[in-house]
């Protein structure tokens, strides 16, 4: 009496549980199952008792099946099924041995997962429609760059441009900084043409190039007889050619202290008087400067007005050197071949010990020396393929026998720095792991064996 009631008992607390319960022996006849099960498999309960789960995989109720797999194994085990009216369910196998330790029952509960699943199938297809977007938004980003001349594969050059890019929409005071010959003045072309004023003028103003005695004359234009020599019609200035327009000012850090203060209150009241002239002239225009001096350090020096430097830096952009921009030099060196080469009207290529020879280089003198050394190239190179003998470097620039290792305090050790150095070194210079492996002399695989070894990517 007390067994059946222990009986009654247990399938009363089997059929209460909220979870979706089936028992089978160890040939997949199924023994139990809960109520909540016909939910599910949308099968009668009393029509899954007694029946094979081989044969119901069989017939399309619900595969995959884990019985086998739990009976394989002896362990705990969870699988993604689906049922015959396309749910998925989350099942897992539990074995359940006997007193003498051999398997008795596989006992599975399943959890209806139809929601996740979809939800990870849509989140896995928004990932690829992102990258897909994401993909497409560099190659216009690229063709953006390339119309405006530009070459930036490097992530410092990209940030540069894309900043620049941000604030051409706005009138806002642009202060451009780094070496001389990275490229301040193509970035100022983009800011204008970019801007609401590019059907305006681009007027440059090279404050280095301009004495220190005319640049007033120069900058601001004079009346007619204003000073012994001058026209007797006048001139008009540079300041004025800016109207409507973008007014850039190179090498800022060049103004003398005098003619600092002359330049801060044009660009604080967008006025001016003409040298000799007494009617003040209104401009409207957008300024835009640029330098490769360290201004903090002239400000502190007392050599340039701190009210200036606070005026023309409002949004400074930082442009990189060459050497910071490794991944830039083979596109910028495949560029200037094609152009000087269709300019010169030749057919000239280069092979890859000059092009490796050439991605050595310090280029003190960044792009601007890159592309002077190309042209050069080009016009004097005696066959149709640079070699790497052509390669000369002036100013001491060449670095070929600069040591690139130091003792790592054994052989193998030392070995391997040198080979991780030299795969960053392609890895920055290349583009495809095919180039890598030409560059390197080593097979594809091999390429992509030592950087994931190095963890290089």
């Not at 009393?46 to 019985?67: A, D, M, N, R």
């Not at 990189?320 to 080469?341: C, G």
């Not at 030409?438 to 963890?455: A, C, D, H, M």
């Amino acid at each position: 009496m007390s067994h059946n009631i222990r009986e009654d008992e247990n399938e009363v607390i089997l059929q209460s549980l909220q979870d979706d319960l089936l028992v089978t022996d160890t040939d997949g006849i199924i023994t139990r199952v809960t109520a909540a099960m016909k939910n599910l498999y949308g099968v009668e309960n009393k029509e899954l008792v007694g029946k094979s789960v081989y044969e119901l995989e069989k017939s399309g109720v619900f595969t995959p099946i884990v019985t086998p797999l739990v009976k394989e194994s002896g362990e705990r085990t969870t699988i993604i099924q689906t049922t015959k009216e396309n749910k998925k369910l989350l099942v897992t196998g539990v074995p359940v041995f006997n007193d003498n330790g051999k398997l008795w029952r596989i006992a599975t509960y399943s959890h209806d997962v139809t929601e996740l699943v979809n939800m990870r199938e849509y989140l896995a297809h928004m990932e690829e429609e992102m990258e897909r977007v994401l993909n497409e938004l560099n190659h216009l980003r690229s063709q953006y760059l390339q119309e405006h001349g530009f070459i930036a594969r490097s992530s410092s050059m990209k940030r540069c441009l894309e900043m620049a890019r941000q604030v051409s929409d706005t009138d806002v005071n642009v202060l451009l900084l780094g070496e001389s010959g990275v490229g301040k003045t193509q970035v100022a072309k983009m800011i204008h043409q970019e801007s609401p004023r590019k059907e305006g003028p681009f007027i440059e103003v090279n404050c280095g190039a301009i004495p220190e005695t005319l640049f007033e004359a120069e900058f601001f234009g004079y009346e007619g007889g204003a000073f012994t020599g001058s026209h007797k019609n006048g001139k008009v200035g540079l300041a004025e050619l800016s109207e409507k327009g973008t007014l850039f000012l190179d090498e800022v850090g060049e103004l003398s202290l005098n003619n600092q203060v002359k330049v801060l209150k044009f660009i604080q009241e967008k006025q001016f008087y003409r040298v000799g002239g007494r009617k003040p002239k209104n401009i409207d225009f957008r300024l835009v400067t640029a330098t490769n001096q360290p201004l903090i350090e002239l400000v502190e020096e007392k050599r340039f007005r701190e009210d200036l430097f606070f005026r023309l830096n409002v949004v400074p952009i930082t442009i990189p050197p060459l050497r910071e921009r490794t991944s830039d030099i083979i596109p910028l060196i495949e560029y200037f071949v094609q152009d000087f080469s269709k300019k010169h009207n030749r057919d000239i290529q280069m092979d890859k010990a000059a092009l490796k020879i050439l991605c050595e280089q310090e280029w003190k003198g960044n792009v601007r020396e890159l592309m002077n050394v190309i042209e050069r190239l080009i016009v004097t190179s005696p066959t149709k393929l640079i070699s790497a003998e052509e390669i000369w470097m002036p100013l001491g620039n060449d670095k070929k026998d600069t040591k690139k290792y130091t003792f790592q305090g054994s052989l193998p050790d030392t070995l391997a720095s040198v080979e991780e150095a030299l795969l960053k070194e392609a890895a920055s210079s290349c583009r495809t792991t095919t180039e890598m492996a030409e560059w390197l002399g080593i097979s594809q695989p091999t390429v992509f064996r030592k950087l994931r070894k190095y963890n290089i990517k």
